[in-house]
């Protein structure tokens, strides 16, 4: 099973440009979500989706854009790269049920320079 | 807001140990909470999830419980091994749709 697949699992980025983060997952869950995490921080929600056409915000989503098209994949768009979004970010997954726990991929570490 | 804390940052013990380590949150309206192991560059493993109407779970040499009123959880690691080494999270729900508040983590390192 491969689970939570992101790609690429690193990418440097000039300031300004834009890129998507790929995320995919074959468990058919209908939950998907963004965190990043800084270095000695832990998790922070940027978005997430409960299905295909559902996005909302979360706790950190300035610069950042999302889009659910189907149940399988949920990118993550970096418009206008800036120093502040140098992170790891790792896209997770849960069946609809509250009482599941979250799937983790491996993560994409991003640096802006 | 939510918020939560766990200490301690950072953990060394030798090998055999029984280990502690605390999570406290702000918010006892919570739905569940859940502990995450990570390894070094890698994503999150989920350890233990406990709802909200539960007291503690268990698997294997781990144990987590959960005080809703008091904002406290604990998971305990019965005879620690270098294999145990990495850092551990802890997440809570407040929300129907399961999205997490975490902690900074406590870092683990168990020596042979």
């Known amino acids: 099973n491969a689970g939570v697949t992101q790609t690429p699992k690193f990418r440097i980025l000039k300031i300004g440009q834009s890129m998507t983060l790929q995320c995919t997952q074959d468990?058919?869950?209908?939950?998907m979500y963004w965190y990043r995490q800084d270095p000695g921080m832990g998790l922070k929600l940027i978005y997430y989706?409960?299905?295909?056409?559902?996005?909302d915000k979360g706790e950190v989503p300035n610069g950042y854009n999302v889009s659910r098209s189907t149940t399988e994949d949920f990118p993550l768009r970096l418009e206008l790269a800036a120093p502040s979004q140098t992170s790891v970010y790792f896209c997770?997954?849960?069946?609809?049920?509250?009482?599941?726990?979250?799937?983790f991929g491996d993560g994409t570490r991003l640096s802006i320079l | 807001k939510q918020e939560v804390t766990q200490i301690p940052a950072a953990l060394s013990v030798p090998e055999g140990e029984n280990l502690v380590l605390n999570c406290s949150f702000t918010?006892?309206?919570?739905?569940?909470l859940q502990w995450f192991r990570q390894d070094p560059g890698k994503g999150l493993t989920s350890l233990l999830l406990?709802?909200?109407?539960?007291r503690e779970q268990t698997s294997g040499r781990l144990n987590a419980s959960l005080d809703k009123s008091s904002g406290r959880s604990t998971l305990y690691i019965a005879a620690s091994q270098p294999g145990d080494s990495a850092t551990y999270l802890c997440?809570?729900?407040?929300?129907?749709?399961?999205?997490?508040?975490f902690g900074k983590g406590t870092m683990l390192l168990v020596s042979p």
């Open positions: 406990i709802q909200s109407s539960q």
């Open positions: 468990m058919n869950h209908n939950y």
């Open positions: 997440a809570v729900s407040t929300s129907g749709y399961s999205t997490l508040t």
């Open positions: 997770a997954s849960s069946y609809r049920d509250r009482g599941q726990p979250q799937h």
């Open positions: 989706s409960v299905g295909a056409g559902i996005t």
């Open positions: 918010d006892s309206a919570i739905y569940n």
